[in-house]
């Protein structure tokens, strides 16, 4: 594994504004690697400078199997951003009826 050869996948990204990996491959729907960033053992629910997790990108993105692989790594959907908004707000505000139903789920 990664973290055991001295690597942090977890870690944050400059200066993208505090990315991490694995909001980096929510926000791009690239399923095959959020799963290996999560069997690696990166944090689900990592915030970004702006209090957003790669649940709430996810859902942004209208990105449902993503969203779905987050949950099953157990991503918490009520996390706050700095605005207060969480993922099921963000994908009500983008008026994506399908991801409102997935995180309802």
């Known amino acids: 594994k990664a973290k055991e050869a ?8 400059e200066p993208a504004g505090r990315q991490t990996l694995l909001i980096e ?3 791009h729907g690239h399923v095959p690697v959020v799963k290996l960033l999560l069997e690696q053992g990166v944090a689900v ?6 209090g957003k997790t790669a649940l709430h990108i996810g859902a942004w993105k209208g990105h449902q199997d993503v969203v779905s692989c987050l949950f099953r790594a157990g991503a918490e959907w009520c996390i706050g951003d700095f605005y207060g908004r969480n993922a099921l707000m ?9 991801m409102v139903r997935l995180l309802l789920e």
């Open 25 to 27: 491959a929510a926000r």
């Open 90 to 98: 963000t994908a009500a505000a983008q008026g994506d009826v399908g």
């Open 6 to 13: 001295g690597h942090d996948l977890s870690a944050f990204m």
């Open 45 to 50: 629910d990592a915030q970004n400078q702006a």
